[in-house]
């Protein structure tokens, strides 16, 4: 079956149909989830509202898409089998393989039957009685079921700003996180970018390839880092499943989940020379690594500002027209939002027929018949590609009508801010599971790996459930208040709290700021994770336990337990602020 491929059409609504779970999404998050459930014997519905399985990879088709963690280390670990059977073509994948991969999963483990696709979930209520969720959707269905996980992804309410008169533009619009099955040929076409996020820049270079004229209409510039992306040479990947397991081992040593080579020396006790040559031999190595130079250049302004005077320097190097140069210069810290990886991004403003106009102080007025109106001058356009990113983290939250007890909506507790357990549950919804929920570390590592730890502690904690005759699992308010309390302490320890970014929710007028993603680094809130279960869920309430002696097996989970004696990043290194957290 070709990915995206719809196998759903024409069903009957499942009505007052009972399960052990029901999964919200088909991603990564919610193939695992399903894998998971059926290795327990759970019976299962996962709902998803795309036509065929992967999440962001089968949403995100826009031209360029392409991944910014390495190949070999952006996918599952759960299967030795699958990491040796699957071939990853190129240094950083692009969106079409890593969608195959997606659909490669799905089949191998005969997934599908159990998904229902082109089906959004409307709501999810506790029935407090029943100990029970229901789960509608807009096919019509409205099932049942003890657990309800949300496999939602942090990156998938598109965010599409309401511009004046944007209903009156004759041409298409697109988002690049809702990008057209069939592609968009812009070939002859004037077309507008609006926004110079990630998607922006990987998709700038390959739309200015086929556009008669690109207009890219800026409000912040970023900072970006060449990818140098390249066909993987076979003998590399060898070596690497040689030793795969070893290498996962590692990964999961790292604040970011992945790995790369880093040095933790602070920039302030180098010299300006040693400096240099750093900066240009991460350069040289590329991608997000790059934030690897030093130690400290996420913690203290005075180091951040020589690596940022660098990333400026090569903007001005690549840029040929000095006044184009100086509106894509960052003046803020580097790596603060999410640090961009391209390939030809600065290149593609050399082109005659690319340009950059400049919103940063009068943002767009509005949309005409034929173009875009800013400060004053239309900018005439035949496609408009909105790259202006998503409602991160709790976005997909949002758009479902979620109920837990005593008729508490989720968006009003969370109103001030997403308030959650480890980012795995929020009190007063019991049995509501959050795959990289906010205040897990879920966006500051390789989501993959985040993806498969929640997973693999959700998991063994149902078995457990399941051993102890458990109804409910629920976080203690205490418990709760305190997570919240240290998600935002140790965000401060970062320059990467002060920047108005989608981590704190900034991107989207109207959402509350908050630092949203756990920052501590990935072991430390996995030994945490596994301390908690291995506690007898510390700071949980299991309701309706008959057998409370019974130890939690932590099978699944205990593989996530990274040995002292690995390269870990201790909290001891964060308090000194020596972590390179990309
Ligand atoms: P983004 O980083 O939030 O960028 C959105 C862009 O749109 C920003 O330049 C923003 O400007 C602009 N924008 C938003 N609202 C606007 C408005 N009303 N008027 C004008 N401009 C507006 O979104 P994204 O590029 O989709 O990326 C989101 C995240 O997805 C990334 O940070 C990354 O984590 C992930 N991603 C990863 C990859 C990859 O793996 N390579 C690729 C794409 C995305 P401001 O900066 O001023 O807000």
């Known amino acids: 079956m070709s990915p995206g491929t719809k196998i759903e059409s024409n069903r009957d609504a499942e009505v007052d149909v009972t399960f052990d779970a029901v999964v919200i999404g088909a991603g990564f998050a919610g193939l695992y989830m399903l894998h998971r459930l059926r290795g327990l014997g759970l019976s299962t519905r996962v709902y998803e509202a795309g036509g065929g399985v992967g999440g962001t990879w089968y949403w995100n088709r826009y031209p360029g898409a392409r991944c910014d963690i390495a190949s070999m280390q952006y996918s599952y670990s759960f299967s030795e089998e699958l990491d040796q059977e699957w071939n990853w073509s190129e240094k950083y994948s692009p969106q079409p393989e890593i969608l195959d991969y997606a659909n490669h999963v799905a089949d191998r483990f005969d997934l599908r039957p159990d998904i229902r696709f082109d089906t959004r979930v409307t709501a999810a209520t506790f029935d407090e009685d029943a100990k029970r969720w229901t789960v509608e959707t807009d096919q019509g269905d409205r099932v049942t079921a003890q657990f309800c996980v949300m496999a939602v992804g942090c990156l998938s309410a598109a965010n599409l700003p309401p511009f004046t008169d944007m209903e009156k533009f004759e041409g298409p619009i697109y988002h690049t996180g809702e990008w057209p099955h069939e592609g968009v040929d812009f070939g002859g076409l004037r077309v507008g970018v609006i926004g110079t996020g990630s998607s922006a820049i990987q998709s700038i270079p390959v739309i200015a390839r086929q556009a008669a004229a690109l207009v890219v209409f800026q409000r912040t510039p970023n900072y970006t880092v060449p990818a140098w992306n390249e066909k993987l040479d076979p003998e590399y990947v060898r070596t690497v499943k040689a030793g795969y397991p070893e290498l996962r081992a590692k990964m999961r040593g790292r604040p970011t989940g992945f790995y790369f080579e880093f040095n933790a020396q602070p920039a302030l006790e180098a010299t300006p020379e040693e400096r240099e040559r750093q900066y240009e031999e991460a350069w040289a190595r590329g991608g997000l690594p790059f934030l690897g130079a030093y130690g400290d250049l996420l913690f203290e302004k005075e180091a951040n500002d020589t690596i940022a005077e660098f990333g400026r320097k090569k903007i001005r190097a690549i840029v040929n027209d000095p006044a184009t140069a100086e509106l894509l210069c960052p003046d803020d810290i580097f790596g603060c ?246």
């Open 337 to 582: 939002k999410r640090l961009c990886v391209d390939t030809g991004y600065f290149e593609t403003y050399n082109l005659p027929h690319v340009s950059l106009v400049d919103i940063s102080t009068k943002p767009i007025e509005r949309f005409t018949t034929q173009g875009i109106v800013a400060d004053g001058t239309e900018y005439p356009v035949d496609v408009v590609v909105c790259a202006t990113g998503f409602a991160a983290m709790t976005g997909s939250f949002d758009n479902i009508r979620i109920t837990g007890r005593n008729g508490l909506a989720l968006t009003e507790k969370w109103r001030a801010g997403p308030r959650t357990y480890l980012g795995l549950s929020s009190q007063g919804f019991p049995n509501l599971f959050m795959i990289t929920g906010p205040g897990s570390p879920s966006v500051l590592a390789s989501m993959i790996q985040a993806i498969e730890q929640h997973v693999d502690w959700m998991a063994d904690c149902m078995a457990h459930m399941r051993d102890v005759g458990a109804q409910t699992i629920e976080p203690l308010i205490a418990y709760e208040d305190d997570w919240v309390e240290h998600v935002n302490e140790v965000s401060k320890v970062s320059l990467r709290s002060t920047c108005s970014s989608w981590y704190v929710g900034a991107n989207v007028p109207g959402r509350p700021r908050v630092f949203m993603p756990y920052i501590g680094g990935f072991p430390i809130y996995v030994n945490k994770c596994n301390e908690v279960m291995t506690n007898g869920f510390e700071g949980f309430v299991l309701d309706g336990t008959r057998n409370s002696d019974a130890a939690p097996r932590v099978r699944l989970t205990e593989k996530w337990r990274v040995p002292v004696d690995m390269d870990v990043i201790s909290p001891a290194a964060i308090a000194a602020k020596r972590v390179p957290i990309v």
